[in-house]
C-alpha cells in the first residue's frame, strides 16, 4: 500500500538535515526503514511541485454520502464488467505514466497520443519526443449521459484540453459539478483510477479545475 510513502513524502516537507525518519509498512508481515535526511532537503524542495500538503489544501470536500460510497466502491457489483489488458498499459507507457507525447521536427506541431504520421504537415517518423505539461485551458467538452461502467451520476464531463506548450488530451473531468465546465476554463491534470478488474488497478489521466486553496467548512 502506498500509504507509508505518502506519509513519508509529507514529513519530508518539513524535515531538517540531519532529521532521521522511521517508515513502517504493517500488513501481510512487516518492513521498517530508518531514513536520515541529508543536507541537500533545502535544494530538492526548490523544485516545482505541490507536494502532500498543496494536494490536501486544493482538495474538494463531498457534497453527500451518496458520492462518498461511489468512489469507495461500496454499492456492490458493478452494472458493467470492465476489462483491462495489461499488455496494452505496457505497451503505451510512455504516454500514460509519464504523458509523453512527440513534435514534429517539420512544423513544430506537439502531438498526443504518440504518432508516426504528424496531421499538420504529414511527415512521417520525423518527431522528438516530448514530456506534455499538465495544466491547460479546455478547447471542448461534452456532457455524456450515456456513459455505462463505474459512472453512476451522469452526466459526466470529458473534455478535450489544449496544453500549456502544446498537445491536446481527451480526458474525463472530474472534481466539479457539470454545471460548472466551460470552453477557456484553466484545468489541470491528476492522475487518478479509472476502474479496477481482478485485482489490476487501471490508472490514466482526468481533468480538473485549477485549485490553488480550498477552504473546508
Given amino acids: 500500500a502506498p500509504h507509508p510513502l505518502i506519509m513519508l513524502a509529507s514529513a519530508l516537507e ?7 525518519l522511521i517508515v513502517v509498512g504493517v500488513g501481510d508481515g ?17 523544485a ?14 463531498l457534497k453527500n454520502y451518496d458520492d462518498y460510497i461511489r468512489f469507495r466502491n461500496l454499492l456492490g457489483k458493478q452494472r458493467f464488467t ?9 505497451r503505451d ?8 507525447g512527440v513534435r514534429c521536427k517539420s512544423c513544430g506541431a506537439v502531438q498526443y497520443p504518440i504518432v508516426r504520421v504528424c496531421y499538420e504537415c504529414g511527415s512521417k517518423d520525423n518527431f522528438d519526443e516530448v514530456r506534455l505539461a499538465k495544466r491547460g485551458t479546455i478547447f471542448t467538452f461534452t456532457l455524456d449521459h450515456l456513459v455505462g461502467g463505474d ?8 473534455v478535450v484540453v489544449e496544453l500549456e506548450g502544446g498537445g491536446r488530451v481527451f480526458v474525463d473531468m472530474t472534481d466539479c ?17 479509472i476502474h479496477e478488474s ?13 485549485r490553488e486553496k480550498v477552504e473546508v467548512k
Fill in 14 to 20: 518539513t524535515a531538517k538535515p540531519g532529521d532521521r
Fill in 30 to 46: 512487516g518492513d521498517a526503514i530508518l531514513l536520515e535526511v541529508g543536507e541537500n532537503i533545502g535544494e530538492v524542495r526548490k
Fill in 48 to 61: 516545482p511541485r505541490r507536494g502532500v500538503k498543496g494536494y490536501l489544501e486544493t482538495m474538494k470536500p
Fill in 82 to 90: 470492465r476489462k483491462t489488458s495489461t499488455v496494452t498499459y505496457w
Fill in 93 to 100: 507507457r510512455k504516454e500514460i505514466l509519464p504523458l509523453k
Fill in 151 to 158: 459512472y453512476y451520476a451522469t452526466p459526466v464531463p470529458r
Fill in 177 to 193: 459539478n457539470p454545471e460548472e465546465v466551460k470552453v477557456g476554463m484553466p484545468v489541470e491534470l491528476t492522475f487518478r483510477i
Fill in 198 to 210: 481482478e485485482g489490476f488497478y487501471q490508472y490514466y489521466w482526468k481533468a480538473r479545475p485549477v
